[in-house]
């Protein structure tokens, strides 16, 4: 129990000003214990209330006497590994021309403050590190209620950023189709889920991919949640991919991994007369862009190991089988290309970009910022840049944000002028577009438009944690399903042309996994086969 000696002035009396004295009664002891003062203790009423409260936390107020804004404390975060049904239902999935497709949806990105963007204002980091969208973008977003700091609605982006601010920024997603070849279990029990990956799919969600991945499609279409990923393919790599049902199982299997205890067994088609003799190659490999995933041959790159077996040959293409022994990114396609003999439909390898050898023994006689930009270059021209996964954000540094505007590579942003809180004029507009994005937000309902569209979905659209804009509205048709379109969204005025089923298929193939005390075998693709026709 604390006293003080008698006679002598209690601090709070000390310090001038009501707030000073709430907040150190509220630090008075009582009975031996530190307490929050109750109704009727000293001071309580200077409390300030819950709403001034929350305009504490979103910065539109400052404490009086202080210069500083308000941040809570960091939450707790779950160190579980899984999704969970909230993020299933935030979309669905339709098949159409041999594709699997998401319906478009909102999706919140998260993140708390980094170090870097201490003292520093929102519209710094929104026009610095956030790039993908002009900054007129993100002030009308804040005009629109989509971004929020500390999980308030934020409108100020001068708002300079502290330690432990959460951001919480709500955008429209479009997610690239996959291809709708289903995903085969080969094994499951109570340790492990063996699946037979297709090409064109990513392991885990990454870059525009999330509801288009082996983890959300095993948890929303077959019921198996909380797997734990042991190893990765490449997207555009088909075959064998383990998992673990439990952290003890995924531990023990990984110390194989880095054990190298465990056997990969791969098949490809390559082009030309692969020898026929067994081929070892150990050159070392280097991350040329982790981005936009190019590695090459290089002598300060890591070591790595390929073993390689031709099994036939019919006069234009060879089916090789491949023995990884290390696991270096793109390692089997990367030194097939170094041997000269690159996959036949390997959309990063097999490519006129890197030279008139195509990279055969290390050739390539381009700076690596040249060798991007010829990729890019040659993708466009086909018509395939979608190939690449690169995001617009990613592809400007590659290409200039002049050219990338100029040439097409880039989608052009709608002019947007920034929403007065006290009036919001079309007439001032400098173009349609603009006019109309303003008058969708002048309006108070500022979320998407829905349309139905399709009876067939695997579940009705949902939304994570509130990400779902407020006010939503939503219009039926004959159809039955709900596809939206967001004002702000600028991928909702693009109308892209879909990859064809066979675009998505790589010929390259995890055939056989095998460790101390499993293995793992899928069946020969139909394009290894002997008998397979090319065209």
């Given at each position: 129990?604390?006293?003080?000696?008698?006679?002598?002035?209690?601090?709070?009396?000390?310090?001038?000003?009501?707030?000073?004295?709430?907040?150190?009664?509220?630090?008075?002891?009582?009975?031996?214990?530190?307490?929050?003062?109750?109704?009727?203790?000293?001071?309580?009423?200077?409390?300030p209330?819950?709403?001034?409260?929350?305009?504490?936390?979103?910065?539109?107020?400052?404490?009086?006497?202080?210069?500083?804004?308000?941040v809570?404390?960091?939450?707790?975060r779950n160190?579980?590994?899984?999704?969970?049904?909230?993020?299933?239902?935030?979309?669905?999935?339709?098949?159409?021309?041999g594709?699997?497709?998401?319906?478009?949806?909102?999706?919140?990105?998260?993140?708390?403050?980094?170090?870097?963007?201490?003292?520093?204002?929102l519209?710094?980091?929104?026009?610095?590190?956030?790039?993908?969208?002009?900054?007129?973008?993100?002030?009308?977003?804040?005009?629109?209620?989509?971004?929020?700091?500390?999980?308030?609605?934020?409108?100020?982006?001068?708002?300079?950023?502290?330690?432990?601010?959460?951001?919480?920024?709500?955008?429209?997603?479009?997610?690239?189709?996959?291809?709708?070849?289903?995903?085969?279990?080969?094994?499951?029990?109570?340790?492990?889920?063996?699946?037979?990956?297709?090409?064109?799919?990513?392991?885990?969600?990454?870059?525009?991919?999330?509801?288009?991945?082996?983890?959300?499609?095993?948890?929303?279409?077959?019921?198996?949640?909380?797997?734990?990923?042991?190893?990765?393919?490449?997207?555009?790599?088909?075959?064998?991919?383990?998992?673990?049902?439990?952290?003890?199982?995924?531990?023990?299997?990984?110390?194989?991994?880095?054990?190298?205890?465990l056997?990969?067994?791969?098949v490809?088609?390559?082009?030309?007369?692969?020898?026929e003799?067994?081929?070892t190659?150990?050159?070392?490999?280097?991350?040329?862009?982790y981005?936009?995933?190019?590695?090459?041959?290089?002598?300060?790159?890591?070591?790595?190991?390929?073993?390689?077996?031709?099994?036939?040959?019919?006069?234009?293409?060879?089916?090789?089988?491949?023995?990884?022994?290390?696991?270096?990114?793109h390692?089997?396609?990367?030194?097939?290309?170094f041997?000269?003999?690159?996959?036949?439909?390997?959309?990063?390898?097999?490519?006129?970009?890197?030279?008139?050898?195509?990279g055969?023994?290390?050739?390539?006689?381009?700076?690596?910022?040249?060798?991007?930009?010829?990729?890019?270059?040659?993708?466009?021209?086909?018509?395939?840049?979608?190939?690449?996964?690169?995001?617009?954000?990613?592809?400007?540094?590659?290409v200039g944000?002049?050219?990338?505007?100029?040439?097409?590579?880039?989608?052009?942003?709608?002019?947007?002028?920034?929403?007065?809180?006290?009036?919001?004029?079309?007439?001032?507009?400098?173009?349609?577009?603009?006019?109309?994005?303003?008058?969708?937000?002048?309006?108070?309902?500022?979320?998407?438009?829905?349309?139905?569209?399709?009876p067939?979905?695997?579940?009705?659209?949902?939304?994570q944690?509130?990400?779902?804009?407020?006010?939503?509205?939503?219009?039926?048709?004959?159809?039955?399903?709900?596809?939206?379109?967001?004002?702000?969204?600028?991928?909702?005025?693009?109308?892209?042309?879909?990859?064809?089923?066979?675009?998505?298929?790589?010929?390259?193939?995890?055939?056989?996994?095998?460790?101390?005390?499993?293995?793992?075998?899928?069946?020969?693709?139909?394009?290894?086969?002997?008998?397979?026709?090319?065209?």
């Amino acid at each position: 129990m604390w006293a003080w000696p008698a006679g002598a002035a209690q601090p709070w009396l000390l310090l001038a000003g009501p707030r000073v004295r709430w907040s150190l009664a509220a630090l008075a002891p009582v009975g031996g214990r530190m307490e929050e003062p109750g109704p009727g203790s000293s001071g309580a009423g200077d409390a300030p209330p819950a709403a001034k409260r929350r305009r504490l936390l979103a910065g539109e107020e400052r404490r009086p006497g202080r210069d500083e804004r308000y941040v809570p404390p960091p939450r707790k975060r779950n160190p579980g590994v899984s999704f969970s049904e909230p993020h299933f239902a935030e979309t669905c999935y339709y098949f159409e021309g041999g594709l699997r497709k998401v319906r478009p949806y909102h999706f919140d990105f998260q993140t708390y403050c980094k170090g870097r963007w201490v003292g520093k204002s929102l519209l710094h980091v929104f026009s610095t590190e956030f790039r993908a969208q002009p900054v007129d973008y993100y002030r009308a977003a804040a005009s629109a209620g989509r971004l929020r700091l500390n999980e308030q609605t934020v409108r100020d982006l001068g708002i300079v950023l502290k330690n432990n601010d959460f951001l919480r920024n709500t955008v429209h997603r479009h997610e690239p189709p996959v291809t709708a070849q289903p995903i085969q279990i080969l094994v499951e029990n109570d340790e492990m889920v063996v699946v037979d990956k297709p090409s064109s799919l990513p392991v885990h969600p990454c870059g525009r991919f999330r509801h288009n991945t082996v983890i959300f499609i095993l948890g929303k279409e077959h019921n198996l949640k909380e797997l734990h990923t042991i190893h990765r393919l490449d997207r555009m790599t088909s075959g064998v991919l383990m998992f673990a049902k439990t952290a003890e199982v995924s531990k023990r299997i990984d110390e194989q991994v880095r054990q190298r205890q465990l056997e990969k067994e791969y098949v490809c088609r390559v082009l030309g007369e692969f020898p026929e003799n067994e081929v070892t190659c150990e050159e070392p490999i280097l991350v040329v862009s982790y981005k936009v995933g190019v590695c090459r041959v290089d002598p300060k790159g890591k070591s790595c190991k390929t073993v390689f077996q031709r099994l036939s040959y019919n006069g234009k293409t060879s089916v090789v089988k491949c023995f990884p022994y290390t696991g270096r990114t793109h390692q089997i396609r990367v030194h097939l290309q170094f041997l000269g003999y690159p996959i036949v439909n390997d959309p990063i390898y097999n490519m006129e970009a890197w030279g008139p050898t195509k990279g055969k023994g290390g050739e390539i006689n381009k700076t690596d910022e040249e060798l991007l930009r010829a990729l890019v270059e040659e993708h466009r021209s086909k018509q395939s840049l979608s190939i690449l996964d690169v995001s617009e954000e990613d592809l400007k540094p590659i290409v200039g944000s002049e050219e990338c505007d100029r040439l097409g590579y880039c989608t052009k942003p709608v002019e947007i002028t920034p929403i007065s809180t006290d009036s919001c004029r079309t007439e001032d507009s400098k173009d349609q577009k603009e006019a109309e994005i303003l008058a969708c937000l002048q309006n108070s309902d500022t979320r998407p438009e829905t349309h139905d569209a399709d009876p067939e979905g695997a579940s009705s659209s949902g939304n994570q944690d509130g990400a779902n804009p407020e006010g939503a509205s939503s219009s039926g048709n004959q159809d039955g399903h709900t596809e939206e379109r967001d004002p702000l969204c600028e991928e909702c005025k693009i109308v892209r042309q879909d990859p064809s089923p066979r675009e998505l298929v790589m010929y390259l193939h995890a055939l056989r996994y095998k460790g101390a005390e499993f293995e793992y075998n899928s069946k020969m693709p139909d394009w290894a086969l002997e008998d397979w026709d090319e065209s």
